[in-house]
């Protein structure tokens, strides 16, 4: 991509440059006094209020400050990713994904805003979340990030990303949140499960390398971890979507960071049940219970094997997917409505979640075997394939 921008520039000044010459052989040959002198005007009291909160310019110079650049060197390459700076000694918050090789020796170096580079280890994971919280070596006087509340965002209101999309560090995207909630699935790389995960959706421009980095609303708060993107059918000679990027809410990753930070690893909540996508009533609307725990948390509120789980709360649950999702929005331990059938034979039950410490992502099978909702998946990467593309 750089070498046909460079391209065009040289050839852009070389025409310029043939213009401008031409231009001084006319004018040597009569003085016009009507030509125009160029100059430069300073900038105007509007452009200046540009900089106070909530604005654009605003949220990027804040979020700037606090993101980080993250580089993973691996057999296979460099792993490029962002990252949200937690405190002046350099606690980092970050995805999974980004750092996931790390574990097999890897080195990873981060690059703060003051422009120095420093070692990195990681202090823990969350895998089911795709968070991971990464300390540097020898950091002091960073600028930790303001976190805002992704609870009282609103669709259409304005946000901006920080990150180092395709390696290009500082880099500043804009849009708006264009949904909430919208449970996200991955494929993995053997293509035999879906990773599931609760986002807020965003048209700004996400790209490989954005991923850990921060989407902020335009007091330069952070409101989300960006993560994913929706590549539509391009990945398959189809066709490509755009302005679908993904971003963990920052309510979530807040817990999910504090645990890291405390323990060095997070606990998520268990519904103990099993399923897959493929429901065995092709017409029924909602999560279709293939098995229940013994003990477990469903089954103590009296769910029970054949069940269609049509809500969480208030949230509408159209298949197995949507399900976990839902359930990962809550803590370990809390207590949740859980609506069973529909129509007049729908009943509600209050089920108090369990808990897990979350060592492996949680994928459902799309069709064929089951899997439970306590995270054990075998794909290595959460946003490796169809039908959301991972950003690395």
């Given at each position: 991509?750089?070498k ?9 000044g ?14 040597d040959?009569?003085t ?46 460099t ?5 949200i700076?937690?405190s ?13 090789a ?8 981060v ?35 303001t ?15 920080v990150g ?9 995207t804009s ?15 053997s ?6 995960y609760n ?12 991923s ?14 960006n ?13 490509q ?22 323990d ?5 909540p ?6 897959s996508?493929a ?17 477990g948390?469903?089954a103590?509120a009296g ?7 049509t ?13 976990m999702a ?12 859980v ?54």
């Open positions: 991509m750089t046909p921008i460079i391209a065009t520039a040289l050839l852009a070389l025409i310029g440059g043939a213009v401008g010459v031409g231009g001084s052989a006319l004018l040959r009569g016009n006094p009507s030509v125009p002198v160029l100059s430069s005007q300073p900038a105007s009291a509007a452009n200046a209020a540009d900089v106070k909160p909530g604005s654009v310019t605003y949220a990027a110079q804040v979020a700037s400050k606090s993101t980080a650049d993250i580089k993973v060197n691996t057999s296979q390459g792993a490029v990713g962002s990252g700076i937690l002046p000694d350099g606690y980092v918050l970050t995805n999974n994904h980004v750092v996931a790390a574990g097999q020796g890897s080195a990873i170096t690059t703060t805003g003051d422009g120095k580079t420093h070692t990195a280890e990681v202090t823990g994971t969350s895998p089911s979340y795709d968070l991971a919280v990464i300390k540097l070596a020898n950091a002091s006087g960073l600028t930790p990030a976190l805002g509340d992704s609870s009282g965002l609103q669709v259409g209101e304005q946000v901006v990303a180092s999309p395709e390696n290009l560090s500082n880099t500043v849009g708006i949140v264009s949904a909430l909630s919208r449970t996200v699935t991955a494929g993995d790389e293509g035999s499960g879906l990773t599931v986002g807020l959706q965003t048209d700004t421009p996400i790209n490989p390398g954005n850990g980095g921060p989407l902020v609303n335009l007091q330069g708060q952070v409101v989300g971890v993560s994913a993107v929706d590549t539509g059918q391009g990945g398959s000679g189809g066709v979507a755009y302005g679908l990027g993904f971003a963990i809410p920052v309510n979530a990753a807040k817990r999910i960071a504090n645990e890291l930070l405390q060095g690893q997070a606990m998520k268990v519904l103990g049940v099993q399923g996508l429901s065995a009533n092709g017409s029924a609307t909602g999560a279709q219970v293939g098995g229940v725990q013994a003990g948390a469903a103590s769910i029970k094997n054949g069940d269609v789980i809500k969480v709360g208030d949230t509408p649950i159209s298949d197995y997917a949507d399900l839902q359930i990962l929005t809550h803590a370990p331990g809390e207590t949740v409505p609506t069973v059938g529909s129509g007049n034979d729908a009943r509600t039950v209050q089920v108090k979640l369990g808990s897990a410490v979350d060592k492996q992502q949680t994928t459902i099978p799309e069709s064929g075997g089951q899997s439970d909702d306590g995270g054990s998946g075998q794909g290595r990467t959460p946003f490796g394939g169809s039908p959301f593309g991972l950003v690395p």
